[in-house]
């Protein structure tokens, strides 16, 4: 716990005396060490996987129009990328069949799921029509747009670099939107589903 001594005021003056700011941090707890290095290469391919997997995200579907209908997947690696101008970025396999449509797309949305949302994840994860059953209008650029996200990002392709065995799709937020009544993100975490929860 950190305790800090601010500066007073003078009660007759309003004026502040120079005063000191201290702090005092606990010591941190003993981490046990018993990591195991590798080399990434082939034979180590599942062990890359799972280290890469340590590290917690949210959970997002990215949708699109294409010549065949409306397009989904589902997607954790999205990322804001800057401000101004407001870029976002996420990261499709090259060996995913709905690579290409996403690759090519003028625009898509990204939708960040909330917490009630794994059904949509999980519809998105293994297919991506069947928008029949889901709740959704054609939103800002004509993406599709799911309802009751936490919060959706329509974007212009900005740019699309390939980087090894997937793409880096940057894009362009043209409109935001955010759910106003609060509520859980997603996550995802070493392979399962979860909720983020608060440490007292």
């Not at 800057?82 to 069949?97: C, F, M, N, R």
């Not at 959706?152 to 793409?167: I, P, Q």
């Amino acid at each position: 716990m950190k305790h800090v001594e601010l500066l007073e005021k003078d009660a007759a003056s309003g004026i502040a005396r120079s005063g000191q700011l201290r702090a005092a941090v606990a010591p941190l707890p003993t981490m046990s060490d018993d990591m195991k290095s590798f080399q990434p290469n082939g034979d180590t391919a599942q062990q890359l996987r799972s280290a890469f997997g340590r590290y917690g995200t949210g959970v997002t579907v990215v949708t699109t129009q294409t010549a065949a209908g409306p397009l989904g997947i589902t997607a954790n690696s999205f990322s804001s990328v800057s401000l101004d101008p407001p870029l976002v970025l996420w990261s499709p396999a090259i060996t995913s069949k709905r690579h290409d449509a996403f690759a090519t797309a003028a625009c898509f949305c990204i939708h960040v799921l909330g917490a009630e949302q794994r059904a949509l994840a999980d519809h998105f994860a293994t297919q991506g029509h069947g928008f029949d059953h889901c709740d959704w209008f054609e939103g800002f650029g004509g993406a599709p747009t799911l309802r009751g996200c936490l919060a959706t990002f329509h974007c212009d392709t900005y740019a699309v670099h390939t980087a090894g065995d997937h793409s880096l799709i940057l894009g362009h937020v043209r409109q935001a939107a955010e759910r106003q009544k609060s509520g859980p993100g997603l996550m995802f975490d070493q392979g399962r589903y979860g909720v983020f929860s608060e440490e007292g």
